[in-house]
């Protein structure tokens, strides 16, 4: 079963914590452990790539100033407009 996040809506408490829950059950209502007062489900989102090279996808391209998706779609897109891509180092 999936781990997901929840955080407290309880001002004065405000804990996060992970529970698991099957797919169909993650956004039903939870309660906080340390206060038992409401619990909503929240989405965390990885700001960075884990190396200078290494991409994780989606994430906003600056050079395009578009929002990528995955390597091909980036590569497509950067032949697309003209821009050096993996294929012509290749040939």
């Not at 698991?20 to 989102?45: H, I, L, W």
């Not at 578009?66 to 497509?76: A, F, G, P, T, Y």
């Amino acid at each position: 079963m999936p781990l997901y996040s929840y955080a407290c809506q309880n001002q004065e408490c405000g804990k996060r914590f992970d529970a698991a829950s099957t797919q169909e059950g993650r956004n039903d209502a939870r309660k906080c452990p340390e206060c038992a007062y409401d619990a909503v489900r929240t989405v965390a989102f990885r700001r960075t790539a884990t190396t200078f090279t290494e991409k994780i996808y989606p994430f906003f391209h600056q050079g395009i100033g578009e929002v990528v998706h995955s390597e091909s779609q980036l590569n497509k897109r950067c032949e697309e407009l003209g821009f050096y891509s993996k294929h012509d180092a290749e040939a």
